[in-house]
């Protein structure tokens, strides 16, 4: 199994920019299609974007393409959440998530075996 680690969350004025990033470790990563998921207070954990294991296809939730981008680097293991031009509704709490082996992207939590715990990001005034 893939254990996960979420950094880089904060707090940021609408308009800001931020970085999450998800360490993986155990399991081999590079074969790992992974996601990233979100989870406002009161809600259900929504769908933000996901990655190939290759890298090479992407997927985003509507309300987030042009404004984030997915990406990974395999040599060390890591997943990136590049987000600009936030918003207050972008407010929660930013999982990543890993499947144990797939072909392309997968934007059903369902889908996924490994969980991080969750980094908070807040957009705020």
């Known amino acids: 199994q893939v254990q996960l680690v979420e950094s880089g969350g904060g707090l940021v004025q609408p308009g800001g920019s931020l970085r999450p990033s998800c360490a993986a470790s155990?399991?081999?990563?590079?074969?790992?299609?992974m996601g990233w998921f979100r989870q406002a207070p009161g809600k259900e954990r929504d769908f933000v974007a996901a990655?190939?294991?290759?890298?090479?296809?992407?997927y985003y939730a509507d309300s987030v393409k042009g404004r984030f981008t997915i990406s990974r680097d395999n040599a060390e293991n890591i997943l990136y959440l590049s987000m600009n031009s936030l918003k207050p509704e972008d407010t929660a709490v930013y999982y990543c998530?890993?499947?144990?082996?797939?072909?392309?992207?997968?934007?059903?939590?369902?889908?996924?075996?490994?969980w991080g715990q969750g980094t908070q990001v807040t957009v705020s005034s």
């Open positions: 155990g399991r081999t990563f590079t074969k790992s299609p």
């Open positions: 990655i190939s294991w290759t890298g090479s296809n992407t």
């Open positions: 998530a890993a499947k144990f082996f797939g072909t392309t992207y997968y934007y059903s939590a369902q889908d996924y075996d490994s």
